[in-house]
């Protein structure tokens, strides 16, 4: 019996990166010494007190399904820790899913149709594209390698790019790969053009834990961006969660019954319960003033 594939699948190559760290296991598992620079993985262990409460969280029975757009729990905290970075949302505009990458493919699926144009920032996150070709849409560059890998110099190519044909634009500061956190300026010029071609912009923020020496702004935070912003964020990189945490989005529309909220409950399952706990902890001691987790060493981390 041969197989026939949905056309969607041919669209997309297998992950770069996920590639690379397989070679770097099978060549640590030689005994070689490698610095595996694929996966971005912390190099410190996850804070106690996120470990205690997902340890709490089972010996208390919480082990069965949840509310697909988060435990109520956790999507308070998330709001206050919004709060802290200049957002003002309610629960009911917080989705929490099992996973960054999962937050952001649900988030071009309720977006993103056949045809529509998608804008990148070179160089991107190679799962940007796979997402943008599997729900159908075109991609269109800005490369910022030759320019310091920051946004600021190529404003004018990216007025160029974004016309009312886009349909969504993605920003991610911190970068991945480059590390780079976008000025103020470019970010006020990204909303300029959003608000004049009414585009949606992902603003990818998993690494805003993670800058040194400037403060990272989230661009939803700026004036008329509140409602056509997506804020992406999570516990993986901040709180060394990368196995066992969900991840916190918020989705445009607003209301919870609106298309952009379905994609959330229908194709996956929740994340554990004790999973999502360990998230409440964790960003209890981002927002309460609980506890200082361990952080990347000498980065800017938003205020405890």
Request: glycine share 8%; charged share 20%; with cysteine.
């Amino acid at each position: 019996m041969t197989t026939q594939f949905a056309d969607r699948v041919e669209r997309v190559e297998p992950s770069a990166t996920l590639a690379i760290s397989n070679l770097a296991a099978e060549l640590e598992a030689d005994g070689v010494d490698v610095v595996d620079l694929s996966v971005g993985e912390p190099d410190f262990p996850t804070p106690e007190n996120v470990v205690e409460a997902g340890k709490d969280a089972l010996d208390a029975g919480h082990t069965t399904y949840t509310p697909s757009n988060g435990i109520p729990q956790l999507k308070e905290a998330i709001v206050d820790k919004l709060d802290g970075d200049g957002l003002d949302h309610s629960t009911d505009e917080i989705i929490v899913t099992p996973g960054g990458k999962q937050a952001l493919y649900e988030t071009f699926q309720a977006l993103v149709g056949d045809g529509d144009e998608v804008v990148l920032l070179d160089p991107a996150w190679v799962s940007y594209e796979a997402m943008a070709k599997m729900a159908g849409g075109d991609i269109s560059r800005v490369d910022l390698s030759s320019h310091g890998f920051q946004l600021e110099p190529v404003l004018e190519e990216l007025a160029e790019t974004v016309s009312d044909d886009t349909e969504l634009l993605v920003v991610n500061s911190p970068s991945n790969p480059s590390g780079a956190v976008f000025t103020d300026a470019a970010l006020e010029r990204v909303r300029d053009l959003a608000v004049e071609h009414d585009v949606t912009v992902i603003s990818d923020e998993i690494y805003d834990a993670v800058t040194y020496g400037v403060e990272q702004t989230s661009l939803g935070s700026l004036e008329g961006m509140g409602d056509r912003t997506v804020t992406i964020n999570g516990f993986s990189k901040a709180y060394s969660m990368t196995s066992s945490t969900p991840t916190r989005c918020r989705v445009r529309p607003t209301s919870s019954s609106t298309p952009a909220s379905r994609p959330c409950g229908t194709p996956t399952t929740p994340s554990p319960r004790c999973g999502r706990r360990s998230a409440s902890a964790a960003t209890c001691s981002w927002t309460c003033s609980q506890t200082t987790a361990p952080r990347y060493p000498s980065p800017t981390a938003p205020s405890t």
